[in-house]
């Protein structure tokens, strides 16, 4: 059993949430327009800061209210000190109080700030130039349920068991988070702690991370307004810094791709039993749904969080997923098929590329590259003979040039498409492709990349529709067999193709469930 207390978050976060007032300092800018002013801080919908106005040294392109690079703006408070990067604070109105006293003239003209900001904490820059242990929280409408999805996991005891939270433990290069979802009273938390000392940077890219592969897998990304908590010890008991953490907002419309509940994706007959030779009862037939019911690796979470972390083209691809599963299919489509193939150039090498030939048998290799030599002599011979007379120089250099990408067309004649490497990490991961599955990679991708109609117009649109809805989870479900194996994950995984074949009509081998 952990020990975990949150009410020392909520108690400053609380604190750090009170609308307050106090007075403004700028960096070591004594002459800009916010320093010495006084200033209140709101908290609603948004954050605001509402300085006091000023007189205003410049009426026309305000630069009485621009910030040098990484200036930071300190909100001196009688409770609680705030800090914000001066990049963070955002003009969202400006206004001018006297503007229409008649006793006013330009030089007594006074202007009125009001900004949004989008970073704040209540600890100077410096403070997040160590390594500190962090706490990441994040309040949500549903708490999470770990159990029976992953494993191994234990129970956590919040705030001396007022509640239990079921946790599991995410090691990321030598370095361990707990991931778990609890509730405080009414309200529920996501909330993910590092048990090592890590910087702040490294710490938001984790939970980033951690937040892509729980979307990849169960098909919710959680986002919104959080914040992240600092401490000195790795008992996370009391938090020294609150930072304002902003991420992307909820995206619920994925696709669950991994399951332990499959009476969701699959029908089970009733179970009939016999009696046997020696007059015991045994059951006929073996499926059952306990033979799918097994919970996600946590190493194999790890593993896909340390890819998106330390492959670009893999943190890519999982943007190209989470972000346009909710897209129009003329969008999700070509995407889909763009993560795929930047996952395809991680599973393979290029020195490992073995589709680079058509035929690779040494003799008929051999015999093509003479015949392509042969035909680039006689294009050669060709321009020469064709060529007109009073060519300017820049006019030969263009025909040449037109000539030479034939010639270079026909040395590559023997080249494997890029359809055949999109083929090969399934093959070097055993998994075989089905027909749909093969008429996408060499078919339907070819389609989307040189902009022809998908298909025949006349068949209708509803028809159409079906057809390229069928595509996209042929190709997700691609995406996601790829990801699971360079994870290292072998297993079942929800077949989305069979099930939504409900919508879209169309004939799919295999159940409910794959195993790859």
């Known amino acids: 059993m952990i020990d975990k207390c949150i009410n020392a978050n909520l108690k400053l976060l609380q604190k750090f949430r009170t609308n307050n007032s106090g007075i403004l300092t700028t960096g070591n800018s004594k002459n800009h327009s916010f320093n010495g002013l006084s200033a209140t801080i709101e908290f609603g919908r948004n954050i605001e800061l509402k300085p006091d106005a000023f007189l205003s040294k410049d009426l026309n392109d305000n630069k009485d209210i621009r910030f040098r690079k990484g200036t930071e703006v300190k909100l001196s408070c009688s409770l609680l000190d705030y800090y914000i990067s001066g990049s963070d604070l955002l003009p969202s109105s400006i206004k001018f109080p006297n503007f229409n006293n008649p006793e006013v003239d330009a030089n007594s003209l006074k202007k009125q700030i009001i900004a949004n900001i989008h970073n704040l904490s209540n600890q100077s820059k410096t403070h997040y130039k160590k390594n500190r242990f962090y706490r990441f929280l994040l309040p949500v409408e549903k708490g999470l ?35 778990f979802s609890t509730h405080i009273k009414k309200q529920h938390y996501i909330v993910i702690d590092s048990l090592n000392k890590v910087m702040l940077e490294r710490f938001t890219q984790v939970v980033n991370s951690i937040f892509m592969t729980y979307a990849f897998l169960k098909g919710t990304y959680y986002g919104g307004l959080a914040h992240i908590f600092s401490y000195n010890d790795v008992e996370l008991r009391r938090p020294i810094g609150i930072r304002v953490f902003e991420s992307s907002e909820t995206i619920s419309k994925g696709y669950e791709i991994h399951t332990t509940n499959p009476y969701k994706y699959m029908k089970f007959r009733s179970p009939k039993f016999i009696k046997n030779k020696k007059g015991m009862i045994e059951r006929i037939g073996k499926d059952t749904a306990k033979n799918y019911m097994f919970e996600f690796p946590m190493e194999n979470y790890s593993k896909l969080c340390e890819l998106i972390l330390l492959r670009g083209s893999i943190l890519r691809s999982f943007i190209l997923i989470i972000d346009c599963s909710n897209s129009p299919l003329e969008l999700k489509i070509p995407a889909f098929f ?38 680039a002599k006689k294009i050669k011979v060709l321009e020469q003979e064709t060529r007109p007379k009073g060519l300017s120089s820049i006019e030969l250099k263009e025909r040449k040039a037109n000539y030479e990408r034939l010639i270079t067309k026909l040395h590559q004649i023997n080249k494997g498409s890029n359809n055949q490497k999109l083929a090969e990490p399934f093959e070097k991961f055993g998994y075989i492709l089905s027909k749909d599955e093969e008429n996408a990679l060499y078919i339907h991708r070819n389609k989307f990349i040189h902009g022809d109609d998908f298909f025949i117009p006349d068949l209708g649109f509803d028809k159409e529709f079906k057809e390229l809805f069928h595509l996209s989870f042929l190709v997700y479900t691609l995406c996601a067999i790829l990801l699971l194996k360079l994870s290292g994950f072998s297993g079942y995984i929800v077949n989305l193709p069979k099930a939504y074949a409900y919508i879209t009509k169309q004939k799919t081998s295999g159940r409910g469930l794959i195993k790859i």
Request: proline share 1%; hydrophobic share 35%; glycine share 4%.
């Open 145 to 179: 349920s770990f159990q029976g999805d992953f494993y191994p996991y234990e129970f956590a005891k919040v705030d001396a068991a007022t509640n239990n939270a079921l946790t599991i433990n995410i090691e990321i290069e030598n370095e361990n988070y707990h991931f």
């Open 338 to 375: 763009v993560a795929l193939e930047n996952i395809t150039n991680v599973v393979v090498n290029k020195g490992e590329n073995n589709s680079g030939e058509i035929f690779e048998e040494k003799e008929i290799n051999k015999q093509i590259k003479q015949i392509s030599k042969e035909a």
